[in-house]
């Protein structure tokens, strides 16, 4: 009776393991595993930085499970990206990805070196590329003027100057700063003392008496200079 049992068993064990196809098996384990995988990336709030830079940067996460994928594997590779300040990552479950980028604000176009280079909010040096409303910023002039511009920028609009009416700005080697605005006008500005002129200066400018006057010379303290 033994006998006859356990080849029995023996004869279900074979017909058992003469179905089993690995590959069915294969398929499902494939099928569970890329329901997680991620399918989705989705870039938002950026302006400046061309999204297929992006993407380009973050490919290698497509079709990787999207729990291995940690924060820092999409943030390191977009660090060097232009005009990028930082990124914040949230995961959409169960494939997707959101990527929402902040940007640096281009803040001047600085002319070094007979290059063009963009400066931005947090003084930083871009390679000039054209974009919508490039034109509209400022020129920057004088040798290392990328070292102080932004402080000299700041102070400007602490003091409630009007920025956007600024055409150019220049720099002198003694730590000072001219600007010339739109309507044509130029002030300036001494080395020191410089919050003091500046407030000076708005005040002159809403003056009407002022108005035929094309240079307002402010770098000696306590004198106001002009010329027509």
Same mark, same amino acid.
């Given at each position: ?20 196809? $690995? ?18 990336? =989705?870039? *938002?709030?950026?302006?400046?930085? *061309? ?9 290698? +996460? ?27 990552? !949230?995961? /959409? ?12 604000? $281009? =803040? ?5 070196? !007979? ?13 000039? /590329?054209?974009?919508? *409303? ?5 020129? +920057? ?31 002198? /080697?003694?730590? #000072?700063?001219? +600007? ?12 020191? *003392? ?21 240079? =307002?010379?402010? #770098? ?7 010329? /027509?």
């Amino acid at each position: 009776m033994r006998k006859v049992y356990k080849v029995f068993l023996i004869i279900l064990l074979f017909i058992f393991l003469s179905t089993l196809n $690995p590959n069915s098996e294969d398929l499902v384990i494939k099928k569970k595993n890329n329901f997680f995988n991620i399918k989705n990336i =989705i870039i *938002n709030n950026n302006n400046l930085i *061309n999204e297929k830079i992006i993407n380009k940067k973050i490919k290698n +996460i497509f079709n990787k499970n999207i729990f291995l994928i940690k924060k820092n594997d999409i943030k390191k590779p977009l660090k060097d990206i232009n005009f990028l300040n930082k990124v914040e990552v !949230k995961k /959409q479950y169960p494939e997707t990805i959101i990527v929402k980028i902040f940007e640096t604000k $281009p =803040i001047g176009i600085l002319y070094k070196d !007979k290059s063009k280079y963009f400066v931005d909010n947090f003084s930083n040096l871009i390679s000039f /590329q054209e974009f919508n *409303n490039s034109n509209f910023l400022p020129s +920057i002039f004088g040798e290392n003027a990328e070292k102080d511009f932004l402080n000299f920028f700041n102070e400007l609009k602490k003091n409630k100057f009007m920025i956007s009416e600024v055409e150019s700005y220049y720099y002198f /080697q003694v730590g #000072r700063w001219d +600007i010339k605005l739109k309507n044509s006008k130029i002030i300036k500005f001494p080395e020191i *003392n410089t919050t003091k002129a500046i407030k000076k200066s708005l005040k002159l400018l809403k003056r009407e008496d002022f108005n035929k006057y094309n240079i =307002i010379d402010l #770098r000696v303290d306590g004198k106001i200079v002009v010329n /027509q």
